[in-house]
């Protein structure tokens, strides 16, 4: 993706709970009654993947705070609405009804796609625009809301580029394919499975594992029986730094290969020195962009890196706003036709434009590398 330098100031004028209980709803920016517009973060704010909810939380405040700084949209201050879904389907679709009820006009979310899709549908009928940073199942935006939006990449466009790396790099190697039957895991396990056969290689082992456990000696025991060289995990950090962990525990040499999941610093404290030399799928590093530069210094003063996702939350919010203006209406209907029509919106990734699903129009996938307790792209 192309980047070019804009000041925060061109940029901006241009434009916790468990599965099982009630999401939480927290007012993290808030200003006078009149002249204000809501808008939300929905996320794990807690939960075994709260450390990706803390980096949407974290972009989500700092571009309100920016905003407001600047004068807010249309002349009304944003007040934003933090709430949790602890990446449970159930609980997600119970915290969309509450942001509706609370006359949430925007989300930044969800992080899971297995919340985003079922809340897409309350929030199209509750008229709320959903914008997420990291929801890359195909299914979000295939369905064809009118209120689907994402700042990331899709799953198929993901598995491309692992597929064939897969294919390229490690030829003659046993693969073994793995997912957690999630809506991320298994559409990114699939979508990488189905590049690596059409560039002529057949995986040597294709399972499901159980998330949320601790011992995965099963799955780890079968696939050294089968004498696996090669991990693909399609899921998330938490799972996949205990697989690694307890293969190499076993006495197994092994490359493990994941998605965006893995792009927390979470991964290498679950793995410790046996995460060294994993790679993975992400977008372009964000924080190195020149678009970026300011926001991440601000950050940074902060003691905050904002990895992750952190930026494409950041963006999420910005394009609401710059669409905002340029329709001259924070109605999320209104707006939601000004973002397809419009662009490319000038935000902390670079110029962003969408296609007519509302999936971004340039992805830019690329491999990354644990190196000695953190990530970065290969070159």
Known sequence: MTTRRQTLGAMLAAGAGVAGLAPRISLAQSGPSSGTVRIAVAGPMTGQYAAFGAQMKAGAEQVVEDLNKAGGVLGQRIALEVGDDACDPRQAVSLANQLASRGVRMVAGHFCSGSSIPASKVYAEEGILQISPASTNPVF???????????????????QVAGKYIAEHFRGKKVAILHDNSA???GLADETRKALNAAGTTETLYAAYTPGER??????SRMKAAGIEVIYIGGYHTEAGLILRQAKEQGMNVTLIGGDALVTNEFWQITGGAGEGTLMTFSSDPRKRPSAAEVVARFKAKGIDPEGYTLYTYAAVQIWAQAATKANSTQPRQVAQAIKAGGPWNTVLGPVSFDAKGDVTVPDYVFYIWRNGSYAEMS
């Open 141 to 159: 935006t295939d369905q064809g809301g009118w209120n689907t939006f994402r700042t990331c990449g899709r799953d198929d466009q993901q598995g």
């Open 184 to 186: 991320y895991g298994k």
């Open 215 to 220: 011992d995965y000696s099963a799955i780890v």
